[in-house]
């Protein structure tokens, strides 16, 4: 019996810098493509360079098999029009591209846009929207929908998505009102790598980045150098914490010292906004043996957060192939 694959979506570390920003994004998909993961992550905000549908069609493009993780904010587009955009993708390349179904953006975004939603109605609105994406994708007739937030009659996609390049919709948010709407969707629930590990795995996907070495002490010397504490970083996230609802922000900003534990979870790179997500840090062996563990407790998909240095993904690759599970 073939044993289970890790499906894992690479995503560049925190960018700040526009004149990079594309370069990288290809250093890692193109990375990516060749070496067997999934496709790369794709974030959408205000303050993102390039809008993720514009660059998924870019990498597509430039690769041979990559399926790009989308990021979709109903705050940005209507369900027919993200339908539209995966069903061109699909006939451009023949390839299915997955969606990262979002509510969140920074509060100033939100007020900038006219969005006023509660954080409970964004949801429902987050779970209408799948919905209604779902039924334009596959419906062979035109379709009706009533909703809160959105109605649709008689409203036809053409041509109908062959069921092999259906997308694959996955949910972030650690709130109820997020765990809520991917029970009621059917979305792949997504989570962020928690402090005690595998104890506190409740969901088949997770998010996180790893930073490897051949021995555990080398891995955290290297850590350290790549990813420096520096108090004007800090406050930076201070900042961003104060314009943010993200109960999964809130989670892991809530007492976290950035010290590096011992069973190598790191949270600096999050608190000197350098990253979005936690670190696990170890030797390829270590990283490897903890993937397994978390697969043989029901994890099937990584949003993993990733260096765009071509010496430090291969670092990366050596700790997923030590798992036995890429």
């Not at 700040?16 to 992550?41: H, S, T």
């Not at 990262?100 to 969005?115: E, F, K």
Request: glycine share 8%; aromatic share 10%; hydrophobic share 40%.
């Amino acid at each position: 019996m073939t044993p289970p694959r890790l499906r894992v979506f690479p995503a560049i570390s925190r960018n700040r810098d526009a004149g990079k920003y594309i370069g990288e994004l290809m250093r890692v998909a193109q990375f990516a493509d060749r070496n067997g993961f999934e496709g790369i992550l794709l974030f959408e905000g205000n303050d993102v360079f390039v809008e993720p549908w514009a660059m998924a069609q870019h990498i597509m493009g430039a690769t041979t098999r990559s399926s790009p993780l989308i990021a979709v904010n109903p705050v940005y587009m209507h369900p027919f029009t993200a339908a539209k955009f995966v069903s061109s993708l699909a006939q451009l390349h023949g390839r299915k591209v997955y969606l990262n179904m979002i509510t969140g953006t920074a509060a100033s975004d939100l007020q900038g846009l006219g969005d006023d939603q509660s954080h409970a109605d964004r949801y429902i609105r987050l779970g209408e929207f799948v919905g209604l994406m779902r039924q334009l994708l596959a419906s062979p007739r035109p379709v009706n929908f009533e909703g809160r937030f959105y109605r649709a009659h008689h409203l036809q996609l053409r041509p109908r998505l062959p069921a092999e390049l259906m997308p694959e919709f996955l949910i972030a948010g650690q709130s109820e009102a997020a765990q809520r709407v991917a029970k009621e969707t059917g979305c792949i629930k997504m989570q962020m790598l928690p402090p005690d590990l595998d104890r506190g795995l409740n969901a088949p996907g997770m998010n996180f980045g790893i930073f490897a070495r051949a021995s555990r002490d080398e891995a955290r010397q290297a850590a350290k150098l790549r990813f420096r504490d520096n108090p004007d970083d800090r406050e930076l996230l201070v900042l961003t914490m104060e314009n943010t609802d993200s109960v999964w922000k809130r989670h892991l900003y809530a007492g976290q010292s950035g010290e590096l534990g011992d069973n190598g979870y790191w949270l600096l790179p999050f608190l000197t906004f350098q990253a979005d997500c936690p670190y696990l840090v170890g030797s390829y062996q270590e990283i490897g043996a903890k993937l397994k563990d978390f697969a043989a407790k029901g994890l099937t998909t990584v949003m993993l957060d990733m260096v765009a240095d071509e010496t430090e993904m291969q670092h990366v690759c050596k700790a997923l192939a030590a798992s036995g599970m890429f």
